[in-house]
């Protein structure tokens, strides 16, 4: 019988400096409302004769740009977390990788409804496949981190943060109508 894997005691960050993580989680969400909420803003400012699927379009198209921003924030963050600190995932880490990938729902939905609905078609059809692909990612190296037997720990949120990033790019470069 051999004996169980074991790791280094992992040290846990639960601050950036002066800015507690438990206030960060609770800054990205709202962030992400007031982003949307200026969207709205200048969506019915600027817009004569607003309809519901340019509407759509506008939330969709920053909201995918935001996407990208937040993820390359959290990557960033994983890299300071488990590269420079070598710590582990925390509750507050956790949450804020909830909160992009809530984002990330929202988008799809938003692409869901004007392919649908509205029966609006992306430049390319492959933007549909990277747009899965960007959905898909967090959860897989959530499930890998989450069913390791030694567990990887942040490497599989600096790998997650980073796939989504890039498919992100390519989802914008591809989505254009």
């Given at each position: 019988?051999?004996?169980?894997?074991?790791?280094?005691?992992?040290?846990?960050?639960d601050h950036l400096g002066p800015i507690s993580l438990h206030r960060l989680d609770l800054a990205l969400g709202l962030f992400i409302g007031g982003f949307v909420a200026l969207i709205l803003i200048?969506?019915?400012?600027?817009?004569?004769?607003?309809?519901?699927?340019?509407?759509?379009?506008?939330?969709?198209?920053?909201?995918?740009?935001?996407?990208?921003?937040?993820?390359?924030?959290?990557?960033?963050?994983?890299?300071?977390?488990?590269?420079?600190?070598?710590?582990?995932?925390?509750?507050?880490?956790?949450?804020?990788?909830?909160?992009?990938?809530?984002?990330?729902?929202?988008?799809?939905?938003?692409?869901?409804?004007?392919?649908?609905?509205?029966?609006?078609?992306?430049?390319?059809?492959?933007?549909?496949?990277?747009?899965?692909?960007?959905?898909?990612?967090?959860?897989?190296?959530?499930?890998?981190?989450?069913?390791?037997?030694?567990?990887?720990?942040?490497?599989?949120?600096?790998?997650?943060?980073?796939?989504?990033?890039?498919?992100?790019?390519?989802?914008?470069?591809?989505?254009?109508?």
């Amino acid at each position: 019988m051999s004996a169980p894997r074991t790791t280094r005691p992992i040290e846990t960050v639960d601050h950036l400096g002066p800015i507690s993580l438990h206030r960060l989680d609770l800054a990205l969400g709202l962030f992400i409302g007031g982003f949307v909420a200026l969207i709205l803003i200048g969506f019915f400012s600027q817009t004569a004769n607003p309809t519901p699927f340019a509407l759509v379009l506008a939330l969709h198209n920053h909201l995918g740009r935001f996407t990208l921003l937040i993820a390359t924030l959290m990557f960033l963050l994983a890299i300071y977390i488990g590269l420079v600190r070598h710590a582990d995932v925390t509750p507050y880490f956790l949450r804020g990788a909830y909160v992009v990938w809530g984002a990330l729902v929202a988008e799809v939905l938003l692409g869901g409804v004007m392919y649908l609905i509205f029966n609006a078609r992306p430049a390319q059809d492959v933007h549909l496949i990277y747009g899965a692909g960007a959905f898909l990612a967090l959860p897989f190296f959530y499930y890998v981190e989450r069913t390791s037997p030694k567990r990887p720990a942040m490497g599989s949120y600096l790998w997650g943060f980073a796939l989504m990033a890039g498919i992100i790019i390519r989802c914008l470069s591809t989505g254009v109508l």
